[in-house]
T-cell receptor, first 110, second 114 residues
């Protein structure tokens, strides 16, 4: 079964609003990463958060990690039309390989 | 630009045929990963190589094989192709042998099997 599961599957917001997507996983992890994929393109790494970290920021991105709940959230503030993409979480367990969730499709409407 | 190069970008072939997908990793990266992305299966890990050696295997079919050459480029060979093999195939590279670092993805090879 999938290690990481994003929620919601799809999200539609207006430009300027914040977008929040969540990722839940099942087993212990070394780190959790978020990637963005524009339609039909390669995935682009956004941010990596290690298991001993609780929050990280990168520009308009804020990622939190709650290892007790086995969940992470990605917040994109002040969304732009260019943020329209699919967002994936990837979990990396100890001694295991990356496992990607099914993704959240974000649409930012102008 | 991730620095990872994949060729060809698009490939259309018939069932039963064999194709080879090629990947050049980012300069200096020793790890190469192959992923398959289809609409109903999401992003599936196929195989990882590190410095020429197979490091980890995922859901790779027996009809598929891969290798990493001394110059670190990698090839994914898909044979006896079936309709269900139609997908985007991604190569990703990493500086690390394990999962402690980020992956850099190529733009993918879109395979259509008719």
């Amino acid at each position: 079964s999938q290690q990481g599961e994003e929620d919601p599957q799809a999200l539609s917001i207006q430009e300027g609003e914040n977008a929040t997507m969540n990722c839940s996983y099942k087993t212990s992890i070394n780190n959790l990463q978020w990637y963005r994929q524009n339609s039909g393109r390669g995935l682009v790494h956004l941010i990596l958060i290690r298991s001993n970290e609780r929050e990280k920021h990168s520009g308009r991105l804020r990622v939190t990690l709650d290892t007790s709940k086995k969940s992470s959230s990605l917040l994109i503030t002040a969304s732009r039309a260019a943020d329209t993409a699919s967002y994936f979480c990837a979990t990396a367990g100890y001694g295991q390989n990356f496992v990607f969730g099914p993704g959240t499709r974000l649409s930012v409407l102008p | 630009d991730s620095g990872v190069t994949q060729t060809p970008k698009h490939l259309i072939t018939a069932t039963g045929q064999r194709v080879t997908l090629r990947c050049s990793p980012r300069s200096g990266d020793l790890s190469v990963y192959w992923y398959q992305q289809s609409l109903d299966q999401g992003l599936q890990f196929l195989i990882q190589y590190y410095n020429g050696e197979e490091r980890a295997k995922g859901n790779i079919l027996e009809r598929f094989s891969a290798q990493q050459f001394p110059d670190l480029h990698s090839e994914l060979n898909l044979s006896s192709l079936e309709l269900g093999d139609s997908a985007l195939y991604f190569c990703a590279s990493s500086a690390n042998i394990d999962t402690t670092g980020e992956l850099f993805f190529g733009e993918g090879s879109r395979l259509t099997v008719l």
